[in-house]
């Protein structure tokens, strides 16, 4: 069973600065990941995936990838009160990818104070 | 496309009594998911479908689930008899590629 670990937080930072979010994983044969974001009373969104070791940067938000330590992060620079939200790291279940079902953390609530 | 659809949006029901959750994924898209998201567990893959077909059903909780994909634009998630521990929001999604889409969720309260 594939397992993702998230810091349930909440994680508060304030506006204009960089909010970090983390995430483990415990199969290293895993291949992609994703970050997910989900509004209060409302249902996750992608917003970003990751395939390859590095960054890969997407307006204000920028993955970062690290397999040797089963560690993946999602950086939101200049966050703003509508950054405030859940984000859900997830992995795919299977080895086809994530349109075979992926394993989400519990997520990290994050709170952009004004 | 209008996106992943599910109905109804909120159930109220009583504990014993039947409950059915409708699904219309994305046109197109080969992959179903139905999804359990309470504050103790997350999200929790209830069964999966491709093509119709169910895949894997080793995360429905017990016989009272049962999930159908008659076909490839509907499905249906049905808890039978419905109990309090039950109560949470129930997404699905459906998928292609490497990307799934969430439906709004039906929110479903046992009391």
């Known amino acids: 069973q594939k397992e993702v670990e998230q810091n349930s937080g909440p994680l508060s930072v304030p506006e204009g600065a960089i909010a970090s979010l983390n995430c483990t994983y415990s199969?290293?044969?895993?291949?992609?990941f994703f970050w997910y974001r989900q509004y209060s009373g409302k249902s996750p969104e992608l917003i970003m995936s990751i395939y390859s070791n590095g960054d890969k940067e997407d307006g204000r938000f920028t993955a970062q990838l690290n397999k040797a330590s089963q560690y993946v992060s999602l950086l939101i620079r200049d966050s703003q009160p509508s950054d405030s939200a859940t984000y859900l790291c997830?992995?795919?279940?299977?080895?086809?990818?994530?349109?075979?079902?992926?394993?989400f953390g519990k997520g990290t609530h994050l709170i952009i104070q004004p | 496309d209008a996106g992943v659809i599910q109905s109804p949006r909120h159930e109220v029901t009583e504990m014993g009594q039947e409950v059915t959750l409708r699904c219309k994924p994305i046109s197109g898209h080969n992959s179903l998911f139905w999804y359990r998201q309470t504050m103790m567990r997350g999200l929790e893959l209830l069964i999966y479908f491709n093509n119709n077909v169910p895949i894997d059903d080793s995360g429905m909780p017990e016989d009272r689930f049962s999930a159908k994909m008659p076909n490839a634009s509907f499905s249906t998630l049905k808890i039978q008899p419905s109990e309090p521990r039950d109560s949470a929001v129930y997404f699905c999604?459906?998928?292609?590629?490497?990307?799934?889409?969430f439906g709004e969720g039906s929110w479903l309260t046992v009391v």
């Open positions: 999604a459906s998928g292609q590629g490497n990307t799934i889409y």
């Open positions: 997830a992995v795919p279940m299977y080895s086809g990818g994530g349109a075979d079902g992926l394993t």
């Open positions: 199969d290293r044969g895993s291949q992609s």
